[in-house]
């Protein structure tokens, strides 16, 4: 949360006031938020392929986009199992004051469910557009996802980091 920093500005993340202790259980508490709202997309696009196969059109498909099917539905798996992993770091660790480990792992789980999602996103797209239109439009559909991903996730951010030199 931003507070007044003496200058009257907003001072984000924390002042310079704050303890360590305090900075760490704000950045768990940061993570945690984002962390939700991950949790949330990721779930939900699991649920929906585990249902795909159960579909009167699955059995349509040919071997490619059964195979990328598989590769999709993994993918999912795998970055549900990232973004939630900080769920059963705590559990295990809880009271056991182990907060700054627990803030660094799953620092890097949540990257690397960011990562996955964004692949898993634009593996949907390839996937749906090889099953509507043709693989050679399926692949650019896909690119175009990731590069919009890049843009907006990583592009903008370090554009604004650059452009503020506050």
């Known amino acids: 949360m931003a507070t007044s920093g003496a200058s009257g500005?907003?001072?984000?993340?924390?002042g310079p006031d704050e303890r360590p202790e305090e900075r760490i259980?704000?950045?768990?508490?940061?993570?945690?938020?984002?962390?939700?709202?991950?949790?949330?997309?990721?779930?939900?696009?699991?649920g929906f392929l585990l249902t795909v196969p159960f579909s009167p059109r699955f059995p349509d498909l040919n071997d490619q986009q059964k195979t990328i099917y598989l590769v999709v539905l993994v993918g999912s798996v795998i970055t549900t199992c990232l973004?939630?992993?900080?769920?059963?770091?705590?559990?295990?660790?809880?009271?056991?004051?182990?907060?700054?480990?627990?803030?660094?792992?799953?620092?890097?789980?949540?990257?690397a469910g960011l990562v996955g999602f964004a692949i898993v996103s634009?593996?949907?797209v390839l996937l749906v557009f090889d099953v509507?239109?043709?693989?050679?439009?399926?692949?650019?559909?896909?690119?175009?996802?990731?590069?919009?991903?890049?843009?907006?996730?990583?592009?903008?951010?370090l554009l604004n980091g650059r452009n503020n030199s506050d």
Do not use: D, K, M
């Open 25 to 46: 259980t704000r950045n768990w508490n940061e993570l945690l938020q984002e962390l939700r709202v991950l949790q949330t997309g990721v779930q939900i696009l699991t």
């Open 122 to 124: 634009a593996l949907v």
């Open 132 to 157: 509507v239109v043709s693989f050679a439009i399926a692949v650019v559909a896909a690119v175009g996802v990731l590069i919009l991903f890049l843009s907006l996730w990583v592009g903008l951010p």
């Open 83 to 111: 973004i939630v992993a900080p769920v059963s770091f705590h559990r295990i660790l809880f009271r056991r004051r182990q907060r700054p480990w627990l803030v660094r792992a799953s620092h890097a789980c949540a990257r």
């Open 9 to 14: 500005r907003p001072v984000e993340g924390g």
